[in-house]
């Protein structure tokens, strides 16, 4: 659907985009159709309000994997006086104002408490780390760095007397004494508001001292010049940066810069990129800290209580992580460079036994690992399989039931089974197959691939790819037990000398094969950060009982809107390997499609063999 004066254009969302200071909540009174929400990266809160419903839907659709979004539909001026304490009036009172619409909502402090607290409980309103309060402005200032954590969004339906065609909105259109209400409700924000519109008397009587940029939009009757005013000074620091640039070559041109020395500093080896990150961090250090200032605060772990129950508890930790088949540990480093804490469980190699494992239940915020991968090998040369590596498939599932994770990884090779269809994993963790090339991180070009399960379906993984190596060798196989020490380690992304750090107790064959059997590095720190998203997405998605607000307050609910998607909105890959589709594809590739038909096929010949 289209939404008359939406901000979708070519080069608008851009331009208001590179307006927007740093911020920890963004709210959008007026949403329609909010091609900024859409656009810019995510923050702690996202508050989406109108009062029409169907663009809330139609946000909800195009949200629809953002965990941050809440979507309310009622009186975006009623809601912002409320919030932020414009008055001490209970909304029951102040309805009859003149400075409010006679449809601004009725509900209480209490119920307002009831309806939000839960929410908020994980995506603290303040950007220095404390713990949520309902009584707290939602525009508290941020004291490390002076950075207000509340950025207000305001596109109301513009004055009548300046545009050319009227009354477009129906019933929500606003007089110009609305316009006043609204005004004077803005101008009295304890924190960064932009409002746009088409240049007008009354807003310049009532915003002359806020700052003005002016810019194009094209409406239906061709392209008109817009304003936007704001009551701070055009940020030096950005919330997001990627639209960097006065038009859309310049743009491209920066982009292409970023793109090649992102290239170069992962080509680097880990030391050296980190002397030139510090050394970039330290020229540009109050960049780095207005910047840092808006990330998302990491939560503990929520205990569970029961199947599908969590409590939610706040306060600075590392995510904990359980590591099964760690083997040397080389994707256990990366994981441990990203900020988790690992465990290490039982191992075959180091003397362990899985079988007699048994983990504590809801203490781990993740469970990796790669069971082995011999009975799939390429290496095998068609010999029939030993299953034992099913058998370890089935071991990985039962510590995953146990443990109950947020989120659980498994690493193996491209043959391998899901472990869905050859475990009893539990029903409760969503489950995505995600194919990975070597290639994207070290010059070895060997499919690889990872099964991800969120639990409760909270979470996708989405995995960076890197710029593939066109120079690819063969690839450091476990197999390959007598090959030179020093080019294995090099193609693992390893430091030179790593293997002589394993002998002993290792032999030479011996530190070969666990090399050779471990991930590589590179690609461990990409699947380390996937990860970190993830689990940070997921416990902001974690609330501590289901509440059902007054029915004029949050009306909408993402689950409950149909999987359509919109012209331009993205969904992910009915085949399970998490990619994005747009439109009206289904499936990202042909490989998707081939590989939905091998498992449809194999539903229904498990199917016709169980009714005989």
């Known amino acids: 659907m289209t939404y008359p004066g939406g901000k ?28 900024i929400a859409r656009h810019k990266k995510a923050c702690r809160r996202t508050v989406l309000i109108d009062k029409a419903r169907e663009p809330l839907e139609a946000m909800a659709r195009a949200l629809v994997d953002r965990s ?17 304490g414009l008055d001490r009036l209970s909304l ?47 525009g508290q200032v941020d004291e490390s760095g002076g950075v207000s954590s509340s950025f207000v969004f305001l596109d109301p339906p513009y004055v009548l007397g300046t545009r050319s065609k009227r009354m477009i909105y129906g019933e929500h259109e606003m007089t110009d004494d609305e316009h006043r209400a609204l005004l004077d409700v803005a101008l009295r924000l304890p924190c960064n508001v932009m409002i746009t519109g088409y240049e007008s008397d009354l807003y310049e009587e009532y915003l002359d001292d806020w ?161 082995p991968c011999q009975d799939w090998s390429d290496a095998r040369h068609n010999a029939p399989p030993t299953g034992h590596g099913l058998a370890m498939f089935r071991e990985f599932a039962r510590v995953v039931n146990e443990a109950r994770p947020l989120c659980f990884l498994l690493e193996n090779v491209r043959k391998a089974p899901n472990v869905t269809d050859v475990t009893e994993l539990s029903h409760e963790y969503k489950f995505q197959r995600v194919d990975i090339n070597q290639s994207w991180y070290v010059p070895v070009n060997r499919l690889r691939h990872l099964q991800f399960g969120s639990l409760g379906g909270r979470v996708t993984l989405e995995i960076d790819k890197g710029k593939p190596f066109t ?38 064959e011996g530190a070969a094969i666990a090399i050779g059997n471990g991930v590589p590095l590179p690609m461990g720190r990409a699947i380390a950060l996937a990860m970190r998203r993830a689990i940070e997405e997921s416990r902001r998605n974690v609330t501590v009982r289901t509440v059902t607000p007054p029915a004029s307050h949050v009306t909408t609910q993402r689950h409950n809107v149909t999987d359509q998607a919109l012209p331009g909105e993205s969904r992910r890959c009915k085949c399970g390997c998490g990619r994005r589709v747009t439109g009206g594809k289904l499936y990202e590739s042909a490989a998707c499609r081939q590989r939905a038909k091998r498992k449809r096929d194999a539903a229904a010949q498990k199917n016709s063999q169980s009714q005989c």
């Open 471 to 508: 120079d690819c060798e063969s690839p450091a196989l476990a197999s390959k037990g007598s090959e030179d020490l020093v080019k294995m380690c090099r193609l693992q992304g390893l430091p030179a000398d790593f293997a002589d750090k394993l002998r002993p107790p290792f032999t030479k």
């Open 211 to 371: 700052n003005r940029v002016d810019y194009m939009n094209y409406t239906r009757g061709g392209p008109r010049q817009e304003r936007a005013w704001l009551n701070y000074e055009k940020p030096t620091v950005l919330h997001d940066a990627r639209f960097v640039g006065a038009d859309k070559r310049e743009r491209e041109r920066i982009r292409r810069r970023v793109n090649k020395w992102v290239g170069g500093l992962r080509r680097m080896g880990t030391q050296e990129r980190q002397a030139v990150v510090d050394a970039i961090a330290g020229e540009f250090i109050e960049e780095s800290q207005l910047v840092t200032a808006r990330s998302p605060v990491t939560t503990q772990r929520p205990p569970v209580t029961a199947p599908g129950e969590v409590t939610a508890v706040t306060g600075p930790t590392s995510p904990l992580v359980l590591s099964l088949f760690p083997g040397i540990g080389l994707l256990d480093m990366a994981f441990e460079e990203q900020g988790f804490t690992v465990v290490r469980g039982p191992d075959a190699l180091w003397g362990g036994d899985i079988r007699h494992f048994h983990p504590p239940a809801g203490k781990f915020d993740i469970v990796i690992g790669g069971p």
């Open 92 to 138: 029951n009172n102040a309805a009859g104002s003149s400075n409010l619409p006679a449809e601004a909502p009725a509900f209480s402090d209490e119920d307002r408490n009831a309806a939000l607290c839960d929410v908020r409980a994980t995506l603290d309103s303040t950007t220095d780390g404390s713990d949520c309060k309902c009584d707290d402005h939602a």
């Open 8 to 35: 979708g254009a070519a080069g608008v969302y851009q331009t208001l985009i590179n307006l927007i200071p740093p911020h920890g909540t963004y709210v959008a009174a007026f949403c329609g159709l909010d091609a």
């Open 68 to 84: 941050d979004v809440e979507l309310l539909q009622t009186c975006g001026v009623a809601w912002l006086r409320h919030e932020f």
